[in-house]
């Protein structure tokens, strides 16, 4: 963790297969996973010093630039760098076919980025398109400088994660994300008040079974209205929300539980509500 390790371990992802991290590694430029098929474990800690913005952990660098059956489990992210930087960044534009998993990202523990914790970022398909289907579950993201877990136009899953004290919002769907859900997730205060979960311009969101609490509002982080603080914000205002479903979660704190808005243009519809417990 304390030499420049960005090369040796640079080298080891261009083989691709399955690479296992087992101590600390200090990157100073994002490391890229450069093969389908491959599994990158262990306990280790990718320590990242960037010198330009960028990720950590880098799967696709452009929306053309496809990995398939990629999966991440069980590795630490850590960043003290001054340049915004993401944990793990994943752009895959082209779903590899219904039912097939493209990406799993599974029990990573992801503190301390100045950007995004997990940012995934589907390309340019229409809402009509399959959209890459990514699995985020069991993962830690703590006190990352804007969203921990941030979404535009993929199909994902959602589960079992833990949420403390991200900028913006813990999570964000957004910009033609479509069959999403959230589940069984612990959210714990956003600082930027905006909503432990944001949910802009997309289809088919499900969230339900969460534990959603809003404390600590932060104006310093404020972003986008952040004086809403609220526990699920539906937004509306890039694109429409559509046939959402929001139910048997538990609200505890801040000034909303959910709050809806829409712009002129935009609007929120075909909303099922039920079974949700504020507190």
Known sequence: GVTDDTVAVQQAFNQGGTICLHKIYKVTAPINVMKSNTTVLGNGTLYGDLKS???VLRCGSTASDVKDHIRIRDIHIRSTSTVVTTGIGVTHEISSGIGNVDVIIE???????SGNGIQLHGGTPTMTTIRPFIIVQNCKIFNCGRVGLCMSRVSARVSGNLFRNNGYENITVDNGCYQTSIINNNLQTARG???????DQC???IV???????????????????DTNCGIRLNCNTGHVTNTVISNNTFTGGKYGIWIGNSNTKYFGSGVFNGNHFV
């Open 107 to 113: 029990g990573v523990d992801v503190d301390g980025v």
């Open 203 to 205: 289809d088919r969101c």
């Open 208 to 226: 339900t079974g969460n534990n959603i609490t809003s404390f600590d509002y932060d104006p310093a982080h404020a972003h986008h209205g952040g």
């Open 193 to 199: 008040g905006c909503g432990n979960i944001g949910i």
């Open 53 to 55: 913005a960028g990720a």
